[in-house]
């Protein structure tokens, strides 16, 4: 391959669609329509809906949890749980998460305090966390990252010594695991997400999970504006209804949840196997002894070793039709209004600052084949090796400009 | 039909209507108009994500209000929270003022934009905001004026607008119940800073859930863009506000889109539906459909249709949603308990005393409507309204008696 037959620099690109880094998993057509038309039929859109009841019955027992209570989608699953468990003053989050873990906690009308992570982990230690604790803390909101638990029996002893509430945004972790057992379970209560870009699809939606009743209760409360003699008073509420439509995209993607999870493991061993002679770009591992949804395929790029930074590979990339992304990056420390807060301000985050140098995720998910897994590689492995020419190209037009 | 006081379904007689007829518009078709939109949706793999049918439906949209933008919105309520959190940031008090014979939603939307209601009673006629209350509430603490449209009128709009002008406070409508509505030949959407509307099923439009905002101001448009979409990416010149996920999906947009061809049909529906029970309630003394005072100023979708319970009717507003319920419609009480005094209000929103407001709450009964409700459904309910007056006498006098109500 010669430079000039990179789609930046006048080639033709890999890929004539893109090719998307989200799950996008669609159920047949025909299953699909006639859903749909059931919906039509009955004249039940939405207001807690038979689908979305029996999206609640089977979501909590796919994860062997007591309650499932499904959302209009995983942002307003993580308002509402705030809400809703009232917490107040100061909540500890990290500043390696996505955005809406940390803006769920405004919208709840709590101040988040951002903290670094670990960088082996990815997901704060319980030492980090106990240096972020003020006389104002009420809570530590924490992310499985990649679908990677954040929970540990030393974060849990931290929340219990200071009677902190202790919620996971499990966003990206539907079906994944700690020790063995479901995530959803752990905490006083996790948030999901059932967005198009997730295993399971409901176009937007999501799902708190939890096993303690009364909260059960209040989040159902908080999700809408409908009185039940159950209801706890004094909730902030709000429109946070999945409709019809959506559980039913919701119902019929989680049917196929596990043929889309190995497939997500066969996309994920193909990159991992293409990719391991490549200096300079190290696939993220997944642990054998979990289960994930091999959702994301991360890659890390070292630019000192393979010649190009992860933005320069992520333009060369786009211009290809593979649209990659990069999560968390920015880190939250740098993103307006939390940047200026007086909390963060004169802190440091350079583990979450060397994350979002390097990090990228590959395409994933149900319109991507093994055989454009292998194009892709074959395409990172060609572009690595012309690094010196698109290095000193960029250069002169640097000097030019 | 009822012949006997014991027919009544409430003493244990046989339901008028064998299925619950619903409140709400519930308006889905042409089925396959929707299907068709729904494959292009899943033909591109595009379900969410400012996709292509959210941006024809927010064409569409802002056609109809003849406005040049309109921003979808996961719903209203996430719309008018949005709205609200933006205009408070250039601001520095932390009041919003708000009718207090309003939904039981619009404090926690509010709350939930970090804002407080400050609750100011409404005109008896029209059930909207009184203007001279709302000169006397504003002070430095107020960021916004939240005005609602209700079901029949406008309101004084244009003294509002004159109103927030002179004092430089934002006026943002509530307007999900004037949509298909007019107000001197035009259709709302221009009005003050911002208006709101609702694509729940039970609204003129259909789009399962779902919402709308639409504004004459480009900035403010390209700042909620940004704000519904997590804030991601800069407006020049402005510090974001916390974002959030407000965004409106493919398949809700889709079936908004597939019904609103439909809608001059189905306004003329609703308005043959009210005129039907209008007539049928002629004979009934004390009970009045709430219809617009000026008839020639605005129009109505009659998407909902309000009935007031008074003197000389020899029923309570109360005692007629337990006869009715009884009989299989789905009525319920309208703002009742109202938005200043709503029992699920947050804890941190105390309740106070309206007159007007307090005074509409207890006369105030939503009845059936939309698809559900036939013209001979509305004869039934019309004829029963008779037999309850003709026998008000042994109805109230067994319904006195708890053990004869079923």
Not at chain 1, 83 to 104: H, N, S
Not at chain 2, 28 to 39: D, G, K, Q, T, W
Not at chain 2, 180 to 191: C, F, K, S, T, V
Not at chain 2, 221 to 243: H, I
């Amino acid at each position: 391959m010669r430079l000039q037959d990179l789609a930046a620099f006048g080639g033709q690109p890999l890929f004539s669609e893109l090719k998307h880094t989200a799950q996008m998993n669609l159920p047949e057509w025909s299953k699909l329509k006639n859903t749909l038309r059931g919906i039509v039929e009955r004249s039940y859109f939405t207001n807690h809906g038979p689908l979305v009841n029996q999206l609640e019955q089977e979501f909590a027992k796919a994860l062997g949890v007591r309650h499932a209570i499904c959302v209009s989608n995983g942002t307003s699953a993580l308002m509402i749980m705030c809400r809703a468990l009232g917490m107040r003053g100061e909540v500890i989050v990290p500043a390696f998460t996505f955005p809406a873990t940390v803006q769920a906690l405004t919208w709840a009308g709590v101040t988040p305090v951002l903290c670094d992570v670990h960088s082996q982990t990815q997901t704060p230690t319980a030492r980090q966390v106990e240096a972020c604790i003020t006389r104002r803390t009420t809570g530590v909101l924490l992310t499985h990252v990649w679908g990677q638990s954040a929970y540990s029996d030393d974060i849990q002893k931290l929340a219990d010594a200071y009677a902190l509430n202790l919620i996971f945004d499990a966003c990206q972790a539907i079906g994944c695991t700690h020790l063995g057992h479901q995530l959803g379970n752990f905490g006083k209560a996790e948030a999901f997400s059932f967005h198009a870009t997730k295993i399971v699809n409901a176009t937007e939606g999501g799902c708190i999970t939890t096993n303690d009743d009364h909260f059960a209760r209040c989040f159902r409360a908080a999700r809408s504006f409908h009185e039940t003699p159950d209801d706890p008073p004094g909730i902030l509420r709000m429109n946070g209804k999945m409709s019809e439509a959506q559980a039913a995209f919701a119902l019929l993607t989680l049917e196929e949840f596990e043929q889309n999870l190995t497939a997500n493991h066969d996309r994920y061993t193909a990159y991992c196997r293409e990719l391991s002679a490549l200096p300079g770009i190290v696939v993220g591992v997944y642990s054998d002894s979990e289960v994930n949804n091999y959702q994301y395929v991360n890659v890390y790029i070292e630019a000192e070793v393979c010649g190009l930074t992860r933005d320069e590979l992520f333009d060369l990339l786009a211009a290809e039709n593979i649209i990659c992304r990069r999560h968390f990056s920015p880190g939250m420390h740098r993103i307006p209004p939390y940047d200026s807060m007086p909390q963060q301000i004169g802190r440091t985050f350079p583990v979450t600052d060397r994350l979002c140098e390097r990090i990228m995720q590959l395409p994933n998910g149900q319109q991507v084949s093994i055989e454009d897994v292998t194009r892709i590689c074959g395409l990172l492995s060609e572009i690595i090796a012309l690094a010196p020419e698109i290095r000193a190209y960029h250069q002169s037009h640097q000097c030019l400009g | 039909m009822k012949e006997t006081v014991e027919d009544l379904a409430i003493f244990g007689g046989r339901p008028l209507f064998s299925k619950t007829q619903s409140t709400g518009q519930l308006h889905a078709r042409p089925l396959e108009n929707f299907l068709s939109i729904v494959r292009e949706a899943y033909d591109a793999r595009r379900l969410t994500n400012d996709g292509p049918i959210v941006q024809r439906l927010e064409r569409t949209c802002a056609a109809l209000h003849g406005v040049p933008h309109c921003i979808a919105v996961t719903n209203a309520g996430i719309g008018i929270s949005m709205l609200l959190r933006e205009l408070a940031a250039t601001r520095n008090g932390v009041e919003v003022i708000v009718p207090g014979f309003s939904f039981r939603g619009l404090p926690h939307f509010i709350r939930s934009a970090g804002q407080t209601p400050r609750f100011v009673d409404v005109d008896v006629n029209t059930h909207t905001l009184d203007v001279v209350q709302v000169a006397k509430a504003i002070s430095p603490d107020t960021t916004a004026i939240l005005a609602v449209s209700s079901v029949h009128s406008f309101g004084s709009r244009d003294e509002l607008v004159r109103l927030a002008a002179q004092r430089g406070v934002p006026l943002v409508f509530d307007s999900v119940y004037a949509l298909g509505g007019q107000y001197y030949g035009r259709a709302p959407g221009a009005g003050g800073t911002a208006e709101v509307f609702s694509l729940h099923a039970t609204k003129l439009i259909n789009g399962f859930d779902g919402g709308y905002i639409t504004t004459t101001d480009a900035q403010l448009a390209l700042r909620l863009r940004s704000q519904r979409n997590f804030a991601l990416g800069s407006v020049a010149g402005w510090s974001p506000v916390a974002g959030l996920n407000g965004k409106l999906n493919e398949i809700h947009a889709a079936m908004a889109l597939a019904v609103l061809p439909e809608l001059p049909r189905v306004i003329d529906t609703n308005r043959e539906r009210f005129l039907k029970y209008k007539s049928e309630l002629a004979d009934c003394p004390g009970l009045r459909l709430l219809e617009s005072n000026k008839p020639e100023v605005e129009s109505s979708s009659h998407v909902l249709n309000v009935l007031e319970v008074g003197e000389p009717w020899p029923y309570s507003r109360n005692d007629m949603l337990r006869i009715l319920r009884a009989e299989g419609m789905g009525v319920r009480a309208h703002y009742s308990p109202p938005a200043s005094r709503a029992r699920m209000n947050p804890s941190d929103v105390p309740s106070i005393t309206l007159p007007v407001t307090d005074y509409l709450a207890e006369r105030s009964l939503q009845l059936p409507g939309g698809d559900g409700m036939s013209e001979r459904n509305v004869q039934d309910f019309g004829a029963l309204c008779g037999f309850l007056f003709r026998h008000s006498c042994d109805v109230s006098a067994m319904m006195a008696k708890p053990y004869a109500c079923k």
